[in-house]
């Protein structure tokens, strides 16, 4: 697995320990030198989130062989949604329930050796107001109404019964119809009443489940004067929305218990403008976390987050693997536990930071520097892997390293060289490279 090996072991190798960078000078060979002692242990675990397509066994079979060939030989968390996301409605009536396209998406997580998580969303349309029997796909981001909360929980009991090798549990989906466009806020008080009454419901089923909220998404800005309400949590890429901010503090003082705290930590700012390069709207993730953490000792999962502009779609796979490093860096730097990969399957001939292509089509399946890259972090840089910190003299080379490897990450378009140990080598454009020691 070469192409692993170099590519995401340098991504989750600069994650863990970030290079501390000094002035640039193109012209010279940029020098990178590894500390002496372990700076700090590995945290980050990989995962993904299936989307509405997936390696399913409907799809082409070879493909689909593939693609599941590539996922089965690394332990992933994956996720799948309960309704939506590839899943149909699993209780299109009260007391009706259609297990079978979740029951098939289980399946494949279980085929492929993952660490199931399931994300209780969205909920059927009889407990928002709609008709039973019947599901009107346009309302998937409606909430359930207050009355049907017990409900929802008893479902979710339901659907902790029916996968007990199930331990993970994400309560909600960005908060999905909890907005209150009257008060221009977040419904947080009614969101933690739903949240609480499935706390109890799935640690009645199982104590040894585990429970994470609030899923809010970490909405920005690219500057605090086009925003109704700023916070302070702000740098080069944007400024946070103080909003979503208030959900967590709300949800930490009347949460009726959690075992981690979940968050979507997609990069893009609300109005579509981006900082100078991708690799700094990474840091956001960075600022995230040291928020959060400062107010809870929960284990911070990244639920869902994309490190991608839409201009993305046009850049080589190299490009697209170095910048899917940086968010990496930033997430483990950061001490987040558990990154949930956002839609890991392409569509078509798009594949905008997906680990595999497309299986719906003849000769898909196959891996992409993305799919290299957790495949090394898994290999390489598993939890509670030492890590060395790694100063290096150039600003568009990060390094990391452990006492086998060192990885390194070339932000650039242009080629680098570089010296590590005494021996030099040469980076093509926005290459990610894992180096043994030794």
Avoid at 199 to 212: A, C, D, F, T
Avoid at 217 to 245: C, F, H, N, Y
Avoid at 260 to 274: A, E, Q, R, V
């Amino acid at each position: 697995m070469l192409i692993a090996l170099i590519s995401f072991g340098t991504l989750l190798a600069s994650a863990s320990g970030c290079a501390r960078h000094t002035t640039e000078d193109e012209t010279k060979v940029a020098q990178i030198q590894v500390d002496s002692k372990p700076t700090a242990n590995m945290r980050l675990r990989a995962g993904i989130t299936h989307t509405q397509f997936s390696a399913d066994t409907y799809n082409q079979p070879a493909s689909v062989a593939a693609g599941r060939e590539l996922i089965s030989g690394r332990p992933l968390f994956q996720n799948q949604h309960i309704m939506g996301w590839g899943a149909l409605n699993p209780q299109p009536a009260p007391g009706i329930y259609d297990w079978a396209s979740l029951d098939a998406r289980m399946e494949l997580i279980r085929q492929t050796s993952g660490t199931p998580v399931i994300t209780l969303c969205c909920a059927p349309d009889w407990m928002k107001g709609g008709v039973a029997g019947q599901t009107d796909w346009s309302n998937l981001d409606v909430a359930p109404s207050p009355d049907h909360y017990g409900e929802f929980a008893a479902m979710a009991g339901e659907i902790a019964r029916r996968y007990p090798d199930v331990k993970y549990f994400q309560v909600w989906h960005g908060l999905k119809g909890f907005f209150d466009k009257q008060r221009g806020r977040w419904n947080y008080e009614g969101y933690t009443d739903l949240y609480n009454l499935v706390y109890r419901q799935l640690k009645s089923v199982n104590p040894e489940i585990q429970v994470g909220g609030p899923y809010v998404i970490m909405d920005s800005w690219s500057e605090s004067s086009k925003m109704t309400k700023p916070s302070k949590v702000r740098g080069s890429w944007g400024v946070v929305d103080q909003r979503a901010l208030d959900v967590i503090s709300y949800w930490l003082k009347k949460k009726e218990g959690a075992d981690f705290i979940t968050l979507d930590m997609s990069l893009p700012n609300k109005d579509g403008i981006w900082p100078v390069d991708a690799f700094q709207a990474s840091e956001k993730m960075s600022a995230l976390a040291q928020w959060v953490m400062r107010r809870t000792n929960l284990p911070l999962w990244a639920a869902r987050w994309n490190p991608f502009p839409p201009s993305a779609k046009e850049w080589s796979q190299a490009r697209q693997s170095a910048v899917l490093s940086s968010a990496f860096l930033q997430m483990a730097l950061a001490n987040v536990e558990v990154e949930l990969l956002w839609e890991p399957q392409g569509k078509g001939s798009s594949c905008t930071g997906c680990l595999w292509t497309d299986t719906r089509l003849s000769g898909g399946g196959q891996p992409t520097l993305a799919y290299a890259a957790v495949d090394g972090l898994a290999e390489n840089f598993p939890p509670d892997m030492p890590l060395m910190n790694a100063e290096t003299s150039s600003q568009s080379v990060t390094a990391v390293s452990s006492p086998t490897m060192t990885a390194v990450i070339n932000q650039a378009e242009r080629p680098q060289e570089i010296e590590v140990d005494g021996l030099r080598y040469r980076l093509t454009p926005y290459e990610v490279r894992m180096l043994p020691r030794g």
